[in-house]
């Protein structure tokens, strides 16, 4: 099978963030993104070309266009919140993004009306039904396919940096459970969804996609869903393992590392450099120590098998990744990644909130509110 790798610029950006709706008093998910999408139709009743609907109808998604700079597409993000909360504010509506709801009940959700989000609930049944879960996902471009799986792999090294940055989701279903990121356990029990196969190229990539298909566990090739995946009809690589965020500035902050390390990355191909390949089994790891422990986590950083605190190994890594954000813009951004360790990731400022409230989740849930309002 033959997989075309759409033209993309080098480095520029896009991100999807995905908005969860609220009743502004309960804190109780709201399955109302028809009516919300509909107030936001055109003159001539099509639909918002970067505001969109998700699997379930307590979601709107927004898209950013393609942007060069990260603060580009954070404020083209910005704008469409704002274009969102003309709809939702009149209507008692509040917005939160987070991994997961503090304590809404699968039971409760509504499915959106699509076909290809029937045909995934048909098939994967409770786990499917399941997935309340809201993420952001970064997709940078990669100017040559034969870049994608060096990159990728790479890339796999620092997905726990990413991911316990990104951490906000420590309840489920209205139970404290232990991990920074619940979300991160959950979506992998998809089919296709989860960490990569430790593939080579893109024709091995090819040939993966060619078994699934005949096979009948795919239609198309959007439907792997992998932590971090091609994106052919976008020509980027798209980051996708990092759980909701907040607030604009955490989503400039990942945001930005991801740029600056895939940059980073393709600046070191073009030099001859070997780029670093964690062995699949440390990165499974490294996977399950930042869902359980997020920004505490001890990780390992090479094949040999060094384990670092996560915490200590961003701190260097921002040292290193300055010059390449200077280069692409986003400084300013990256250095907001010290904003998350100062104030702490989602996941343990929502902890704070529920020991602070006696445990309290429509507490935490309107805090993510007034994160979101306010930011940090």
Not at 37 to 59: R, V
Not at 68 to 88: F, K, M, N, Y
Not at 239 to 251: H, P, Q, V
Request: glycine fraction near 6%; hydrophobic fraction near 40%.
């Amino acid at each position: 099978m033959n997989i075309s790798f759409a033209h993309s610029a080098r480095s520029t950006v896009g991100i999807e963030w995905e908005i969860a709706l609220i009743d502004k008093n309960s804190g109780e998910l709201k399955n109302v993104a028809d009516k919300v999408l509909g107030e936001l139709y055109g003159p001539d009743f099509s639909a918002h070309p970067f505001i969109t609907g998700e699997l379930l109808m307590n979601t709107v998604e927004l898209v950013s266009d393609v942007h060069t700079t990260v603060g580009g597409a954070v404020q083209d993000l910005r704008g469409q919140l704002a274009e969102v909360r003309h709809v939702t504010d009149p209507l008692d509506i509040d917005l939160i993004c987070s991994g997961s709801h503090p304590f809404a009940q699968w039971q409760e959700q509504v499915v959106s009306n699509k076909a290809r989000y029937h045909k995934l609930i048909e098939r994967t049944q409770w786990w499917g039904r399941n997935m309340m879960i809201w993420g952001i996902h970064v997709h940078v471009g990669v100017e040559d396919k034969t870049k994608v799986f060096p990159l990728l792999n790479a890339l796999l090294s620092y997905y726990p940096h990413l991911q316990a940055l990104s951490a906000s989701s420590p309840f489920w279903a209205g139970e404290a459970t232990g991990y920074a990121s619940n979300r991160a356990l959950m979506f992998q029990q998809l089919p296709t969804a989860g960490l990569p196969y430790d593939l080579p190229d893109w024709e091995s990539f090819e040939h993966y996609v060619d078994d699934l298909t005949r096979t009948g566990i795919i239609d198309v090739v959007s439907e792997v869903r992998w932590d971090v995946r091609p994106a052919p009809k976008w020509g980027t690589i798209e980051f996708r393992a990092c759980d909701g965020l907040s607030t604009a500035e955490e989503i400039g902050a990942v945001a930005a590392l991801t740029q600056s390390l895939t940059e980073w990355f393709s600046a070191k191909l073009d030099a001859g450099e070997e780029l670093p390949h964690l062995k699949p089994w440390f990165v499974r790891e490294n996977k399950w120590r930042s869902a359980r422990y997020g920004l505490d986590a001890t990780i390992i950083i090479d094949n040999d098998g060094t384990e670092v605190p996560v915490r200590e190994h961003i701190h260097a890594l921002l040292t290193q990744l300055r010059p390449t954000a200077e280069m692409l813009g986003c400084a300013a951004e990256l250095e907001q990644i010290n904003l998350i360790l100062e104030k702490g990731a989602s996941y343990q400022r929502q902890l704070a909130v529920f020991e602070e409230n006696k445990g309290d989740l429509r507490d935490v849930t309107l805090s993510l509110a007034r994160e979101l309002r306010d930011g940090l």
